[in-house]
Every structure is written in structure tokens, then in C-alpha cells.
């Protein structure tokens, strides 16, 4: 079954903690992503992951780092979150790195920093 | 750099009406483009996609037009239903100094009415 599994899927941090995303999926594709989503801003790009311990920042990483150890499996980490962190985070997976290639997403996390 | 604009929201229309969401894009180079659709509560999913210029892409009803001359990829529907109400993204595949990734739109929240 192609799926995308995210953990969890809602959370409430206080500002100054540590924050941990968790991402899934069980394609065996190479490439994976995560992206939050805002109103009025889409969804941006913070980290592309293209193997294991093959990662590239996107186009908003500050404040953000991931790790990726198994192909399978790719962490998003906050460290001493901040209240402008707080948003809807999408992990999404691919085949390859073509840049046609269809994205596979999760269903979410929504963070809140209070 | 590559970029992608899309018919801001909300739209909202009644059922058997027609949609039209437009979208227009900025590259230098040959992207394969997309749409994107997410319904309440869920992850983004391929709509569809078109990788050349002046080829349509279709499904669930929904089409749109690779136009590289007027640079544009505008969505339509002849005639919504209530299931349709969803975040429609526009998206484009870009290939940059970090690796291939897509650049969506703000999104466009469509309603509609029984």
C-alpha cells in the first residue's frame, strides 16, 4: 500500500522546547521532503532528503534540521521552538529525483508554539 | 527564480457551475507542471500533470492546458459538484542548485454550494 505516515499528528510545544516530526513511508522511494503550509503562503519547502544522510536545505530551513538514517524514515527536528514555527508540517515522498516526478504526501502534523 | 501564481481565494460557487482557477508561472526552463488537489483533513494529491508544452492533462473531470507561450496552466471544470470543495495548488517542477523540487502556489480554496 502506497502511504505517507506522519507522527504525530498534532502537538502543543511550549516556545524553548524541543519539537520532533516524524515521517514514514513504504514506496522505498529516495526522496523526501517536508513542507509547511500556511494561509496565504502555500506550501514551502524546508528540507529535501535524497538518500540517507543525503539532505538539502529548501527554501526556508532556518530554525530547522532533519535527519534521515533509514531510506524509509525522515525526521524533522525544532530545537527551542519558536511561536512563528507554529503551522501545518507536510512530509512528502518520491521516486527519484526528476523533477516530474509525482510528490506523495502525509496527512499532516499541526504544531502549535504557545 | 521559478515561481508560481495562482487565482486567489475563496472561490465559491453552486453546484453545476462552472470554475475556472488560474495559474501562471515564471522559468527559464522546461518544468513538467501540476495540479494539486487537498481535500479538509488530508494531504495534498496529484490531480494531474503535464510534462510538455501544449498538451492537456485531465481527471475526475477537472483539465488544464500546458500554454508555454502565454505561460499558463489555468484549471477548469466544467460544471463542480459539492465533493469538489477542496485547496486546489497550481505547481511547477524545478530543477535548481539544491536539486529538483516543486514550487506551488498559494493555493485556492474552492466551496461549493448544493
Known amino acids: 500500500d502506497m502511504k505517507v505516515t506522519q507522527m504525530p499528528r498534532y502537538l502543543i510545544k511550549r516556545m524553548g522546547e524541543n519539537v520532533l516530526l516524524e515521517c514514514g513511508q513504504d514506496?522505498?522511494?529516495?526522496?523526501m521532503y517536508w513542507y509547511r503550509q500556511d494561509p496565504g503562503l502555500g506550501l514551502q519547502l524546508i528540507y529535501i532528503s535524497y538518500d540517507v544522510d543525503s539532505n538539502s536545505e529548501g527554501d526556508i530551513p532556518k530554525g530547522y534540521r532533519v535527519s534521515r538514517k533509514k531510506r524509509e524514515h525522515f525526521s524533522l527536528i525544532l530545537d527551542s521552538a519558536k511561536t512563528n514555527q507554529t503551522s501545518v508540517y507536510f512530509c512528502?515522498?518520491?521516486?527519484?529525483?526528476?523533477?516530474?516526478?509525482?510528490?506523495?504526501f502525509g496527512e499532516g502534523s499541526r504544531l502549535i508554539v504557545v | 527564480g521559478d515561481s508560481v501564481t495562482q487565482t486567489e481565494g475563496p472561490v465559491t460557487l453552486s453546484e453545476g457551475t462552472s470554475l475556472t482557477v488560474n495559474c501562471s508561472y515564471e522559468t527559464k526552463q522546461y518544468p513538467t507542471l501540476f495540479w494539486y488537489v487537498q481535500y479538509p483533513g488530508e494531504g495534498p494529491q496529484l490531480l494531474f500533470k503535464?510534462?510538455?508544452?501544449?498538451e492537456k492533462g485531465s481527471n475526475r473531470g477537472f483539465e488544464a492546458t500546458y500554454n508555454k507561450e502565454a505561460t499558463s496552466f489555468h484549471l477548469q471544470k466544467a460544471s463542480v459538484q459539492e465533493s469538489d470543495s477542496a485547496v486546489y495548488y497550481c505547481?511547477?517542477?524545478?530543477?535548481?542548485?539544491?536539486?529538483?523540487?516543486?514550487?506551488f502556489g498559494i493555493g485556492t480554496l474552492l466551496s461549493v454550494k448544493p
Open positions: 503535464v510534462p510538455k508544452a501544449n
Open positions: 514506496m522505498s522511494h529516495e526522496t
Open positions: 505547481a511547477l517542477g524545478s530543477y535548481g542548485s539544491s536539486g529538483n523540487k516543486l514550487i
Open positions: 512528502a515522498s518520491s521516486y527519484g529525483t526528476v523533477s516530474g516526478n509525482t510528490l506523495y
